[in-house]
């Protein structure tokens, strides 16, 4: 009795390994990467400022406060709306969300000075509102960033949401992005 134990253990253990070589021999099957390794570049610009330099006064507190024009493009296939993010990472309390806008239809393009695309949401931003908040750095140079995304479908998020709701509401969505970086310090 206690040899075809035995033989059976080995049975099995020889089984087990040929399944483990078998497994390890054939060839991978690809699988689908993720859709964030999936995101394609675009462009977002302004004809107001370039990329990494600053702001002009016109569309800060110090101004009228409106916002920037912007444009975009490169937009991937498949896109069905656009979301836009503009925040302040420093900010002294956290990053600051100064304007969020989505569902622009991608066949706007651009969004004109002082202005949001028909049938596109406005969000809250830090300061309660959901207006444009233009930049008003309490002390210092702050960068502000200009987040374009491309997304593969409509968003069903209130006009009260903050920018946590919108990412969240976003995710797995995205086909493509870009970002735009403008400065601004004030003088005191």
């Known amino acids: 009795m206690k040899k075809i134990f035995v033989i059976w253990i080995i049975i099995i253990l020889a089984a087990a390994g040929g399944i483990f070589w078998w497994l390890k021999s054939r060839p991978s099957i690809p699988v689908e990467p993720p859709v964030s390794s999936q995101i ?56 600051w969300t100064h304007w969020l806008v989505w569902n622009i239809s991608p066949e706007s393009r651009e969004l004109a000075e002082n202005s949001v695309p028909f049938g596109a949401i406005v969000g809250q931003g830090s300061n309660g509102q959901t207006v444009y908040g233009g930049p008003c750095p309490p002390s210092g140079m702050h960068r502000y960033f200009f987040k374009l995304y491309a997304l593969d479908t409509k968003l069903s998020i209130p006009t009260y949401s903050l920018q946590a709701d919108l990412e969240k509401a976003m995710s797995g969505h995205i086909l493509g992005q870009a970002e735009l970086v403008g400065v601004y310090g004030r003088n005191k």
């Open 40 to 95: 394609k570049p675009m462009q977002i610009t302004s004809p107001a400022f370039e990329n990494s330099k600053s702001i002009p006064a016109k569309y800060t507190c110090d101004g009228d406060g409106v916002n920037p024009p912007l444009t975009f493009r490169d937009l991937p296939e498949g896109v069905k709306t656009l979301a836009l993010i503009m925040d302040d990472p420093d900010a002294p309390a956290g990053t």
